[in-house]
């Protein structure tokens, strides 16, 4: 089974490292925005097999904090994208 662990390791750590150059390269804002988005799946799931192998629940909580500031920042650049402002502001006061 250490094996398998460090095998995926590698693996993610390799696709994490086209998935930067992606982040850098990449032709268009959106393309950004989803390697962002692929980045924070892939530490979500190198903590997991971290936790895995060091056999404890500790890192659980750090995952789902992972995830969620992985997802706000997710929405947040996908409306920036769209519409080119986060916060709406309210103009007619």
């Avoid at 990449?26 to 980045?39: E, K, N």
């Avoid at 909580?61 to 080119?84: C, M, P, Q, W």
């Amino acid at each position: 089974m250490t094996y398998f662990i460090w095998g995926s390791i590698v693996l993610i750590t390799l696709s994490m490292i086209v998935i930067i150059y992606r982040l850098v390269k990449g032709p268009d804002a959106s393309d950004r925005v989803i390697s962002l988005d692929t980045i924070g799946v892939c530490l979500i799931s190198l903590v997991g097999l971290f936790s895995i192998m060091v056999e404890t629940s500790f890192f659980l909580e750090i995952i789902l904090l992972l995830a969620i500031l992985s997802f706000i920042g997710t929405v947040a650049f996908s409306k920036f994208i769209e519409k080119g402002d986060i916060i709406e502001r309210d103009n007619s006061r």
